[in-house]
Antibody, heavy 115, light 107 residues
Framework: EVQLVESGGGLVQPGGSLRLSCAASGFTFSSYWMSWVRQAPGKGLEWVAN????????NYVDSVKGRFTISRDNSEKSLYLQMNSLRAEDTALYYC????????WGQGTMVTVSS | DIQMTQSPSSLSASLGDRVTITCRAS??????LAWFQQKPGKAPKSLIY???SLQNGVPSKFSGSGSGTDFTLTITSLQPEDFATYYC?????????FGGGTRVEIK
């Protein structure tokens, strides 16, 4: 079965860090761009970052540049998002998705930034 | 950044109705446009890519059209399972951007 499973979310204080993981199965992970997309409670979708198949190209939305780092391990079929200097406005459900078709999504992992 | 503007932001429709949602890009994006459906508590589901190509397994009641800056998603014969929020997304340039969403509710 083709699927993506996120993990690593939780409650963190402002200024803190979290590392999200996304485990892929059922498809050739190394053949696809991958993305992180987030959704704040009751709000719309916001693309956060993407990464090329070999990890050589990474793109970010301006609001996370310099704070978040996307990476991948093709041998482990895993995608990561290292989130530093977290802010209240980063509170959201974080999805990983197979790009660029966005045809496969995980179930999401919740990140709450609050003191 | 390319801004994506969806309209309406919400609509009420009856079972069996045909509805059309529009999405306008702030600059030309050729046909690099996708549509997604999201139900409460669920991940988004891809419906259409390249403006008019149906994803595998998506029923033909969904159709997309447009190119450049103006796009539409049409849903025919609304059924209970179609009541959801719909988003457009451009993937012409980075950052990728989504429209604000259109909530389709039962009248």
């Amino acid at each position: 079965e083709v699927q993506l499973v996120e993990s690593g979310g939780g409650l963190v204080q402002p200024g803190g860090s979290l590392r999200l993981s996304c485990a892929a199965s059922g498809f050739t992970f190394s053949s696809y761009w991958m993305s992180w997309v987030r959704q704040a409670p009751g709000k719309g979708l916001e693309w956060v970052a993407n990464i090329k198949q070999d990890g050589s190209v990474k793109n970010y939305v301006d609001s996370v540049k310099g704070r978040f780092t996307i990476s991948r391990d093709n041998s482990e079929k895993s995608l990561y998002l290292q989130m530093n200097s977290l802010r209240a406005e980063d509170t959201a459900l974080y999805y990983c998705a197979r790009s660029n078709a966005f045809d496969i999504w995980g179930q999401g992992t919740m990140v709450t930034v609050s003191s | 950044d390319i801004q994506m503007t969806q309209s309406p932001s919400s609509l009420s429709a009856s079972l069996g109705d045909r509805v059309t949602i529009t999405c306008r890009a702030s600059q030309g994006i050729s046909n690099y446009l996708a549509w997604f459906q999201q139900k409460p508590g669920k991940a988004p589901k891809s419906l259409i890519y390249a403006a008019s190509s149906l994803q595998n397994g998506v029923p033909s009641k969904f159709s997309g059209s447009g190119s450049g800056t103006d796009f539409t998603l049409t849903i025919t014969s609304l059924q209970p399972e179609d009541f959801a929020t719909y988003y457009c997304q451009q993937y012409y340039g980075s950052p990728l951007t989504f429209g604000g969403g259109t909530r389709v509710e039962i009248k």
